[in-house]
């Protein structure tokens, strides 16, 4: 709890340091001044009076609630009355205290609507008792008539003490909010890393398990060199998947990633007959942005390994915009052309959670992705995943 903080608290209370010490200084003004005080006539019912609002006024530091509002109403009740008939007795006129605590304390916890009017009354009764012919106090009746002023007072502290409580809840809901955020941005940060494993794992783990498959059916038929070669190309997606692991864990740390070499890296490990083009002014992009261009090339290499192996693959990589601006859209298109005759697809390597996790990142960057069969042209009966990223 800050010192803003502190302080609220510790004027909203019903008995916070101020509300005692007015209590006691206005107790203690009651004791020494208001006269006469002795053990009979009205000496007596001086001293009786005196502590009778002595105790009600002791009532401001009970907690807010306690009473009923009907009960709350007969005690400032009492003490009103108990004021104005101590007030026609005593002549100092220091028992006017009490008339202005008692409206004072009806202003804070009564509602405004009914303050007033009691404020009113007790104004009226303080000064009909000043006004009475057989009172000896020497007190004018304008201090009576007065008393009623203090409900303002009440009333303000009322609408501050309202105040800071509305505050203390809007803050406590606003640390509820901010925590609630924190926990969406802590599972959306969750979310991230599992589609991270399942971009530089599960890709990686499927194209060695595809390239065994290969291996094994090229020891069947007998081309041991085409085997060794799938084997070889099984044992660098291993180091690839390994680097890309490294690689995952440096993008976390850096502010930069070199789009373009990454590209030609996972081209060069996936296919010996893939080609990237380059369109348009390069700029650096983001790394959060470079990242997602990265994970859809991955996804969709082990798409094109998967539904055909050995075709040629080509990436297209274009810049809109001017590299001057660092502004534009950036679009990325991997075509791979129909599988090579004798070719065996291996449609039952992956999880199907490719495209879901492509389209989940693009949508919190702003980007969108295409992704279906190509019909006509060159590349007939192949496939096309394009992926829009603006900035």
């Not at 916070?16 to 005080?37: C, F, K, M, S, W």
């Not at 009623?148 to 003490?161: D, E, Q, T």
Request: charged content about 15%.
């Amino acid at each position: 709890m800050n010192r803003t903080q502190a302080l609220n608290r510790w004027f909203a209370a019903d008995n916070n340091p101020v509300q005692i010490l007015g209590t006691a200084v206005a107790l203690t003004v009651g004791a020494l001044a208001v006269r006469p005080v002795g053990t009979s006539g009205t000496g007596l019912a001086v001293l009786c009076l005196l502590v009778l609002e002595s105790l009600l006024l002791c009532t401001r530091l009970i907690p807010e609630g306690t009473f009923s509002p009907r009960v709350q109403l007969a005690v400032l009740c009492v003490w009103a009355v108990g004021a104005a008939a101590l007030m026609s007795l005593e002549t100092s006129g220091a028992s006017a205290l009490f008339a202005y605590f008692v409206t004072g304390h009806a202003g804070y916890r009564l509602e405004a609507r009914r303050a007033l009017p009691f404020a009113a009354l007790t104004s009226a009764l303080c000064a009909g008792a000043l006004l009475v012919p057989w009172s000896g106090h020497g007190t004018s009746w304008i201090v009576g008539a007065f008393t009623g002023v203090s409900v303002l007072v009440g009333i303000s502290n009322r609408a501050r003490a309202d105040a800071l409580r509305s505050a203390r809840a809007a803050a406590e809901q606003a640390e509820l909010a901010a925590r609630a955020t924190a926990r969406a941005e802590a599972l959306a940060e969750r979310a991230r890393i599992a589609r991270d494993v399942h971009d530089v794992l599960a890709h990686s783990l499927a194209g060695v398990n595809m390239q065994l498959e290969v291996t094994d059916a090229l020891l069947e038929s007998g081309d041991v060199d085409r085997a060794r070669q799938a084997a070889q190309r099984a044992q660098s997606l291993v180091r690839s998947g390994l680097t890309e692991v490294q690689r995952t864990v440096g993008d976390l740390r850096e502010d930069a990633l070199p789009l373009v070499e990454t590209l030609r890296s996972l081209l060069a490990s996936a296919s010996d007959a893939g080609t990237l083009t380059v369109d348009g002014p390069p700029r650096e992009l983001p790394v959060r942005l470079a990242q997602v261009i990265v994970r859809c090339a991955q996804e969709a290499l082990t798409n094109a390994h998967k539904y055909a192996p050995g075709a040629p693959v080509r990436m297209r990589l274009g810049y809109l915009g001017s590299a001057e601006q660092q502004a534009g859209e950036t679009v990325f298109e991997v075509v791979n052309s129909a599988p090579p005759t004798g070719s065996r697809p291996l449609a039952g390597a992956g999880s199907g959670m490719g495209l879901v996790g492509m389209r989940e990142r693009l949508d919190l960057v702003g980007g969108t992705v295409t992704a279906g069969p190509i019909v006509d042209g060159d590349d007939a009966g192949g496939w096309q995943v394009r992926v829009v990223i603006p900035g």
